[in-house]
Structures are given as C-alpha cells and as structure tokens.
C-alpha cells in the first residue's frame, strides 16, 4: 500500500456487533479496489451485506466467526457453524481507493496472495483467539480438504 494510499486494495469480512435497537448482522462484505463473482455474476458495489444469512450480535458476547480462502477461487464467510456468504474469484477492479500505485492495482488481476489485518473503525472489539491454518497441500484433493473443513467446525 502506498503512502498516499486512503486503503488498501483488499477483501473485508467486517466484524459487526448490534447496539441493542438496531439490527446490523455481522461478517459483511466489502470491496475497497476489488470486485468478486457473486451468485455467477461480477459483483462491482462496494459492500454486500451477509443478511438474510447470519444474525445481529447485541450486547457484548464472543462471536465464533471464519474466514475460508482458497487460494484466488473460494471465500466462504461463516459463523458460528453457518455459512452467511460465499464469493468466488476474488480479483483486483473497481473503485473506492485513491492514490493508488497503478503498477499495483492491475483491474482484471485474481487475487492469489496478501495480508490479513485486524482492525477496529469506530467500536473497541476484542479476538480471544485468532488462528491461521495453511490449506495449500489439501487443495489437491477434495476428499482431505473436507476431513479438514469437518475439523475446523468442532473448535
């Protein structure tokens, strides 16, 4: 991300709690700088939310939430054991960032790679636990890939 650069070209799962009056469901999706296929079309707006999928969190309370991504093909938002919002083909387009270097925000380019960050905007938020698991080598096979999806609903 360059210096100048108001956000990253990036694929958020936001972390959303209620206020106790509102409903405002949790693990929505935006798209600062890039686009997905969503529902086999090319989804370009900015945000999506994973409504009518998944619930509104009031109050303070642990939320057991995923983020499934395979490679540049898969996203698959899930919490608690529900799945509130899939997305394929993950790719660099469309707006919503400035001051970009245009060597790096190449329109049409998968998404294979990057960063995970952990950020608050407006409200503390707090993660009990945060854990990264590596896929690649299940990626060959289907059959061991589910062994493992299996594993990771019962932590």
Same mark, same amino acid.
């Given at each position: 991300?360059?210096?100048?650069?108001?956000?990253?070209?990036?694929?958020?799962?936001?972390?959303?709690?209620?206020? !106790? /009056?509102?409903?405002?469901? &949790?693990?929505?999706?935006?798209?600062? *700088?890039?686009?997905? +296929?969503? =529902?086999?079309?090319?989804?370009?707006?900015?945000?999506?939310?994973?409504?009518?999928?998944?619930?509104?969190?009031?109050?303070?309370?642990?939320?057991?939430?995923?983020?499934?991504?395979?490679?540049?093909?898969?996203?698959?938002?899930?919490? !608690? /054991?529900?799945?509130?919002? &899939?997305?394929?083909?993950?790719?660099? *387009?469309?707006?919503? +960032?400035? =001051?970009?270097?245009?060597?790096?925000?190449?329109?049409?380019?998968?998404?294979?790679?990057?960063?995970?960050?952990?950020?608050?905007?407006?409200?503390?938020?707090?993660?009990?636990?945060?854990?990264?698991?590596?896929?690649?080598?299940?990626?060959?096979?289907?059959?061991?890939?589910?062994?493992?999806?299996?594993?990771?609903?019962?932590?």
């Amino acid at each position: 991300m360059g210096i100048e650069q108001d956000v990253p070209i990036s694929i958020e799962a936001q972390f959303l709690g209620g206020n !106790g /009056t509102y409903e405002c469901t &949790t693990l929505n999706l935006c798209t600062p *700088g890039t686009n997905v +296929v969503l =529902n086999n079309e090319l989804y370009t707006p900015h945000c999506i939310n994973s409504n009518p999928n998944s619930n509104t969190y009031h109050g303070d309370q642990w939320v057991n939430a995923k983020i499934l991504v395979l490679g540049d093909s898969l996203v698959k938002h899930i919490v !608690g /054991t529900d799945t509130v919002l &899939t997305h394929i083909k993950p790719k660099i *387009g469309g707006g919503n +960032v400035i =001051n970009y270097d245009p060597a790096m925000k190449v329109d049409g380019k998968l998404l294979k790679e990057g960063y995970i960050a952990l950020q608050s905007v407006s409200n503390p938020v707090e993660f009990r636990k945060v854990g990264l698991y590596n896929l690649e080598s299940y990626m060959v096979d289907p059959k061991e890939l589910n062994k493992v999806l299996s594993k990771l609903k019962n932590h």
